[in-house]
Structures are given as structure tokens and as C-alpha cells.
């Protein structure tokens, strides 16, 4: 879709929440207003219904104020954003996106490939985790664990990507690091004894083999 009146935007999910307009960094507010602007770009383009919003927010306990809070925050995100970038649809809102707007949707579209060059600017819209400023609220946990979980699976696939260009030795300190911020996760463990066998280091694979069945 086009991108809507109110300015040119850039929404940033992928690390702390950010807003560029214009080619300037904005503030959205404080924190529930923030909070609302991320749930509603993690389903933009898509009706939210208020009983969501609500939910997502405040959880299962939500004070008597929450629907006149929810109208507070969302005038002053059309006032930010524009009217016709956040609209009103029946019993629900809906936040308009372009297709290059939003960092999440660039990612998801750059993961979707399978080359490395690809791959690596996926990887390279990553600011930290994701949501980073945001995880208290009830909606963010989750959503950020399956986008955390998006960014390792890019890292997998760029580093077998690297391999099929012929990478191996070179990617061990990388591959060490990973592993051991993240010991569970098997495929690290299986690419890093693939970079020391192609490095020559026979005897390090095995040994990383033998640390990742303990």
C-alpha cells in the first residue's frame, strides 16, 4: 500500500521502539501511548479490536478508565501521525503502514530469501532485542520472544548461507559466541563444529561435540 498523508514515516520495532518522520526521530509519548503505537504496528494495516487493545495493556485486570485512556492515547497518536494513519474501524483501529515503513515487514520480507547478502541487511535492521523498551507491558513478551526468535533464525540461515559461499574457519569466533549465549540451541553447535572441521581443526570439532551432548 502507499504510504498515508501526515508525513513520511519509519517505524522501528526491531530494538527499542522508534518513530523517524520526515527523516527526524519523533517522540510517540509516553509509555502507554508507545505501548499502543507498537501493538497496533505488530498488526498494522489490520482492524485491533478495543477489547484487544485492552487486553494487551492492561492485561486481565484493566482499571474502569482503560476505554477513556485508550482515546486519549489514540488522539494524540493521530496528532503525531496524522488522522488517516490511524483510523477508526467499527468497534477497533486500525494504524495504515506502508510496505517500507515498518522495520518488522522489511525483515520478514529479507528473511524470506535465502542469500547471505540478504540476509545480512535483515540482520543489520536490528537495533537490539526487540520491543526492548516495551517488555512490561502485557502484549510485549510474547510478540518479543517470536521476533527474538525470528533474528536467531536469520543468524542460522546467514551463517549456512556463508558456508555455501565457502566460509568456514573464519566464522568459529562468532559460532563460539553464539553458542555459548545460546546453549540449547543445537544448530550453533552443529555449524560451529562444521567451521572448525573446514578450519583444519579436527580435534576442536570433536571437542565441541563432546561439550554440546553434555
Known amino acids: ?3 498515508r498523508g501526515g508525513g513520511v514515516f519509519e517505524f522501528r520495532l526491531l530494538g527499542p521502539l522508534e518513530v523517524v518522520k520526515n527523516g527526524s526521530a519523533v ?4 509509555l502507554r501511548q508507545r505501548a499502543l503505537l507498537a501493538l497496533l504496528l ?25 476505554p477513556n485512556a485508550i482515546q486519549v492515547a489514540v488522539h494524540a ?17 486500525v494504524l495504515h ?3 517500507d515503513e515498518l522495520d518488522l515487514r522489511r525483515f ?22 526487540a520491543l526492548a523498551d516495551l517488555r512490561e507491558a502485557p502484549f510485549a513478551a ?3 520472544e517470536r521476533l527474538d526468535e525470528l533474528r536467531l533464525v536469520a543468524l542460522e540461515r546467514r551463517i549456512a548461507a556463508d558456508f555455501e559461499l ?22 550453533f553447535h552443529a555449524q560451529l563444529m562444521l567451521a572448525l572441521y573446514r578450519g583444519g581443526r579436527q580435534a576442536e570439532a570433536l571437542e565441541a561435540y563432546a561439550a554440546a551432548r553434555r
Open 77 to 93: 497518536l493521530r496528532r503525531l501521525l496524522g488522522r488517516e494513519r490511524l483510523e477508526t474501524r467499527g468497534a477497533g483501529y
Open 42 to 66: 505488530l498488526r498494522a494495516n489490520e482492524v485491533v479490536p478495543r477489547e484487544r487493545i485492552v487486553d494487551g495493556l492492561w492485561g486481565e485486570r484493566p482499571p474502569e478508565t482503560a
Open 166 to 187: 565457502g566460509a568456514g574457519g573464519d566464522l568459529v569466533p562468532e559460532l563460539r559466541a553464539l553458542v555459548a549465549e545460546h546453549p540449547y540451541r543445537e544448530r
Open 97 to 99: 503502514a506502508g510496505a
Open 1 to 3: 500500500m502507499e504510504p
Open 142 to 144: 510474547a510478540e518479543a
Open 108 to 129: 520478514e520480507r529479507l528473511l524470506a530469501r535465502s542469500d547471505a547478502a540478504a540476509l545480512r541487511r535483515a540482520l543489520a535492521l536490528w537495533r537490539g532485542p
Open 27 to 30: 517522540a510517540p509519548g509516553g
